[in-house]
């Protein structure tokens, strides 16, 4: 049997480069590039955390309620809501419930109570009079029965005297009665006129000129006296944001000072801080614990700087946003 043996060659050149691949290099810059952005996020958040607070607030306009005031039933409405109105302008007529009367002037009603009173007053002192004057005739008799008697005759001048002062005030009493009664035919004279036909009718005219904000009621629908009818906003009614954060940030707020607003759309504008108030929650949820609040709301309401920004927010109208000041 003839064995062979295998040979071992060695190589000595160089083997050279290996192919460069463009895809790992990428993937390892992508890699190092998040985890550089996480850090970077969290760290931005932390310093976001120290140097400002948030809070959310809602754009809001001064707004105008009209209502009516004795109520009736609604037989025009001739603005909608978002129209535009002049001022002047008729929004809406109510047939008003009831008769069509008018008050009554106070001052004739103060004369017929007056020539009331003089009258029952009139009838008192004639009753008295006349039994003064059947007292002075017994008086009379007895003075006859009981000539010379001194007791007697100053008897008989008392009761003559209460006579004639009774007299004089029933005489003083009817010609002011006359005199009242003069007076108040003069007054009845002057304050006739002729029934107003629009007094079956209330008119609801639009205060200025704006828009409308809200409608409350429909025609043919029946409204109570004071009941909200139109919701208005005028042209020039200043814009301002009502906004709510924790009661912990109180300390960094002032009268004055600036606060960020920052719109859905990441329009950033500048308020400056008006009032501030407690305030109950801003939502109806409330975070309790054995039935005390855990944390209260304060209450800022901002304005703009300038009216360019205040024509700006007029158009973010009720657009609910986010707040934020500096802590530090």
Same mark, same amino acid.
């Given at each position: ?6 040979? #071992? ?12 691949? &463009? ?13 550089? #952005? ?10 976001? *955390? ?61 004369? &017929? ?15 008295? @009079? ?16 009981? &000539?010379?008697?001194?007791? #007697? ?13 009774? *007299? ?81 940030? @109180? ?60 024509? &700006? ?16």
């Amino acid at each position: 049997m003839k064995l062979r043996t295998r040979k #071992s060659y060695f190589n000595n050149l160089p083997e050279g480069k290996p192919p460069t691949r &463009i895809l790992p290099r990428i993937t390892q810059f992508i890699y190092f590039l998040a985890l550089f #952005s996480i850090v970077a996020g969290v760290l931005y958040l932390m310093a976001m *955390r120290i140097v400002f607070f948030t809070g959310r607030g809602q754009v809001e306009h001064q707004k105008t309620v009209l209502s009516s005031v004795k109520g009736g039933e609604i037989v025009q409405l001739a603005k909608t809501e978002g129209d535009l109105v002049v001022q002047g302008e008729v929004l809406a007529q109510i047939a008003r419930p009831g008769k069509c009367e008018d008050s009554p002037d106070l001052r004739i009603e103060k004369l &017929i109570y007056d020539i009331k009173r003089m009258r029952a007053k009139l009838a008192i002192l004639q009753e008295q @009079l006349k039994s003064t004057g059947q007292r002075a005739d017994t008086e009379i008799l007895y003075r006859a029965l009981e &000539i010379g008697s001194a007791s #007697s005759r100053r008897k008989m001048e008392k009761q003559t005297a209460k006579e004639e002062k009774l *007299r004089e005030k029933v005489q003083l009493l009817k010609a002011e009665i006359t005199v009242r009664q003069e007076e108040l035919v003069t007054l009845q004279q002057l304050l006739s006129k002729p029934p107003d036909p629009s007094c079956r009718y209330e008119t609801i005219i639009a205060p200025f000129d704006g828009m409308v904000y809200l409608v409350k009621a429909k025609e043919h629908e029946y409204i109570r006296s004071g009941m909200p009818l139109f919701v208005l906003i005028a042209d020039k009614a200043p814009v301002y944001i009502d906004a709510y954060t924790k009661e912990k940030y @109180l300390q960094y707020i002032t009268p004055g000072s600036q606060m960020t607003i920052i719109f859905p759309d990441r329009y950033q504008s500048i308020g400056r801080v008006d009032e501030i108030s407690s305030s109950a929650q801003a939502v109806a949820k409330r975070q309790r614990k054995d039935y005390i609040p855990i944390s209260t709301m304060i209450r800022i309401k901002l304005v703009p700087l300038d009216p360019e920004e205040e024509k &700006i927010w007029q158009k973010y109208d009720r657009i609910v946003l986010k707040v934020r000041g500096r802590k530090l």
